[in-house]
């Protein structure tokens, strides 16, 4: 009997994907998103143990970042910016990414990330004499997310 492999066709393609982010009720289709990271960042802290040579850890905390690039065309993060200047208040949004690749066994998957905060540089204009594509990192920070729809594990595993 052969050994089992992956299907070559579960890996993912990763643009085949979507991306919204809802500010003050209004939903937004992020077309113009280059590329999308949201990624959970374990802290841990030494445990030193009494007649143990091999120093233990413990997980204590999480930080929930995303990054994205985008073209652009927008100018929502620059009402973020605008509005926490005016107000001193930092505005939240929710980002919604979904990924579902037709050709895997796998299905769909959807992350939900709320409460989110920029951090780091908004681009507020920029040009240059070479007319390169205007693109925009934004980055920042959320309290929470969910996974309204997860991938299937493929039957091979």
């Known amino acids: 009997m052969p050994k089992p492999t ?3 066709q579960d890996a993912v393609s990763a643009n085949f ?3 919204f982010v809802t500010r003050n009720g209004t939903r937004y289709s992020m077309l113009m998103a280059k590329d999308f990271e949201g990624k959970a960042t374990i802290n841990t802290q ?3 143990r009494l ?3 091999v120093i233990g850890h413990k997980a204590q905390t999480a ?3 995303f990054s994205m690039t985008i073209y652009k065309c927008t100018e929502i993060f ?3 910016v605008e509005e926490f200047i005016n107000t ?3 505005p939240t949004f929710t980002i919604q990414t979904s990924n579902e690749d037709p050709a895997t066994s796998v299905g769909r998957t959807t992350k939900i990330y709320n409460d989110c905060v920029l951090d780091g ?3 507020l204009s920029m040009f240059n004499a070479e007319g390169e594509f205007v693109e925009q990192a934004i980055e920042g920070f959320c309290d929470s997310f969910s996974r309204p729809e997860k991938y299937t594990n493929p039957s091979y595993m």
């Open 63 to 65: 930080v929930l970042a």
């Open 78 to 80: 620059d009402d973020v």
């Open 121 to 123: 540089d908004v681009l």
């Open 46 to 48: 030494e445990v030193p």
């Open 6 to 8: 992956m299907n070559t």
């Open 51 to 53: 007649g143990a040579v």
């Open 88 to 90: 001193g208040v930092m």
């Open 17 to 19: 994907a979507e991306c």
